[in-house]
């Protein structure tokens, strides 16, 4: 009796199976984002009516020019060409594609990450890898929803800006710069995705690519305000030397398709090298000579580590940067409504609580990430081992807001530590160091109120409502003078309510952590009564 082997067919090719993995993506990612197009579009759409508004004649006009050929402004704006620079198109470009470039790239490569390593570090990759899938499938179905969230972007932002009254050829060029770039910060990802283990190691190399792009296309502008040698080192300056709306140009986009493709490739090879759940930079496993973790909450420290490192250096550049601008915003104040709304009291002191709140609205964002990681961990189980032992679930997010506290404090430290020297050396007054360092160290008490929302997101289920926290803290910064947002809706915002170093309200920062204290025991309630997710 002969006995005949019975066996799956044949993967047709590597990407067999992309389709419905991408399917299966967008129906998992439908309200993730529809919400974050929504949010970039409508973005694109506010700010050419901002400007306008902010800008209406050309002596305002000139002043921003001012402003933004500072070396600080250069390094958060973009590079200004010499000529053209008033016109409300250019002045868009200068304003906008930076943000607008970190944004989509950010999106980008949180959705490749989130398809790829994340599903292997969880386990679900492996009941979609039990069907006929072939090898690359996963990363082709993510790769494929980037590019087709960044078409919906072309094709809305370009609308958008167009319907404002802006050249189409232009807008068209600026909104592919930018969508590009994020493709390929995506297909950086999908690289990052082979090369570590860990989806948090993955996402954190990427994320600081990103960052070293930024820095490298700022210091390269600083050197020659047109784009030097160095600027182009960065395919950030790559989009921006694409001049929209100053001197149209088309070829840098094909040095963003040609490296965008070889990026891809990259990352076939290297899946094709490693096995499933591995990665190409093999792990040391563990190590005997290792000192012990204590408890709950040096862990917490341990895991946000990195980060942490990333975030205090990114943070005292920018504090840095904006200390450096203090008298060119004296300066642009005083022939500026919006900008002086913007200040919560004239002169100098307006200017250093001003910056002190826009750097800790950034740490904010960095405290919600940390607390919400908790509910990334239980969401892919990595908080078993330590629930299973004699770690209560109350102790576990309670060290959690403990620990992005303690890391908060820390950024603080080096936000406000670089602010105080960028304006010491800009004023001439060596006393500002430790005055506005103090300052940064104030809003500790707005940072527990953002670390208690946070867990609260976590007890319900709801990550979305932390985030949520930190766009009405940004909104209410940055929108709320030029809306005239009322008064009572500015004073919800925590970092609203700090006004160091213009004063040091004591009341209304024991109070705030009076609210963070309850919201923390509430959370803590909800979350030990609740089923895992």
Known sequence: ??????????????????????????????????????????????????????????????????????????????????????????MLANELMLTMIVAASILAILTVIRHTRRDEESGAAELVLSSVVGRHARTAAALMLVAAVNLVLTVTMTVTVAAAGFDLADSAAMILGITWVAMLFGAVAAVTAQLWRQARTATGAAMGALASAALVRGVGDVIDPAGSALSWCSPIAWAQQMRAFVDLRWWPLALLIGVTAALIVTAAVLEGR??????????????????????????????ARGQLIGWGIGLFLAGLAFGSMTNSLLDAARDNELLARMLTVSGTDGVYTTMTQFLAATVGGYVVSAVLRTYADEESGLSEPVLAAAVSRWQWLLTSVAAALTGASALLLCA???????????????????????????????????????????????????????TFVVASLYLGPLLRLPQWLLDASPVGQTTAPTDFPLTTMAAMVLIAAGLCLVAGQIYRNRDAV
Not at 31 to 44: C, E, G, N, P, S
Not at 275 to 296: L, S
Not at 448 to 461: D, G
């Open 1 to 90: 009796m002969t006995v005949t082997a019975h066996r799956a067919p044949a993967t047709e090719s590597p990407i067999t199976g992309a389709a419905p993995l991408l399917r299966l993506a967008l129906r998992r990612d439908r309200i993730r984002l529809t919400v974050w197009i929504a949010l970039l579009t409508l973005l694109m759409a506010y700010t050419p009516g901002a400007l306008r508004m902010a800008y209406p004649g050309e002596e305002q006009r000139q002043a921003r020019v001012s402003l933004m050929q500072t070396p600080a402004g250069t390094i958060m704006g973009g590079p200004m060409f010499g000529y053209n620079e008033t016109a409300p198109g250019a």
């Open 416 to 470: 406000g530590l670089g602010n105080g020297l960028g304006a010491g050396l800009t004023v001439g007054e060596p006393g500002t160091v430790a005055r506005l360092t103090l300052a940064g160290l104030a809003n500790i008490a707005a940072m527990a109120v953002m670390a208690a929302i946070a867990a609260l997101a976590v007890a319900l289920r709801r990550p979305w409502i932390g985030w949520l926290a930190v």
């Open 274 to 303: 490693r096995q499933y759940d591995a990665g190409i930079i093999r792990t040391t496993g563990e190590r005997p000579g290792a000192h012990p973790i204590p408890n709950v909450f040096v862990l917490h420290l341990t895991l």
